[in-house]
């Protein structure tokens, strides 16, 4: 898990401990520190994180390209490498974001 001390900002790069997920922080919420994990391992910072090994066996549970939400969408994440383990807040699963609706166009 996260340390509590770790502040997410937009822009903080995080890896897996237990697969080859990265993602980056999108948004994050500026009233609390939340605890993300992955496949039930903590997200450390991508720089002190030790290579992962590379997907392959089980299919890839978070996928690349894809943002990921807290239940309140109040912290998203944006998926940069696929990995076997699904992402947590606090204990709760992300989903992921579903995309908005565009106008019509007659």
Known sequence: MTSPA??????LQLASTVCSTRV?????????RPTITCGGGPMVPAPSAKPAPPPGGPEAA?????RYVDAGET??????????????CDGVPMTLKAAKALPASD
Do not use: F, M, N, Y
């Open 75 to 88: 912290l998203e994440l944006l998926c940069t490498s696929s990995g076997t383990g699904s992402l947590s």
């Open 62 to 66: 978070t996928l690349i390209g894809k």
């Open 6 to 11: 770790q502040e997410l900002r937009p822009g």
């Open 24 to 32: 980056i922080v999108v948004r994050a919420p500026a009233d609390r």
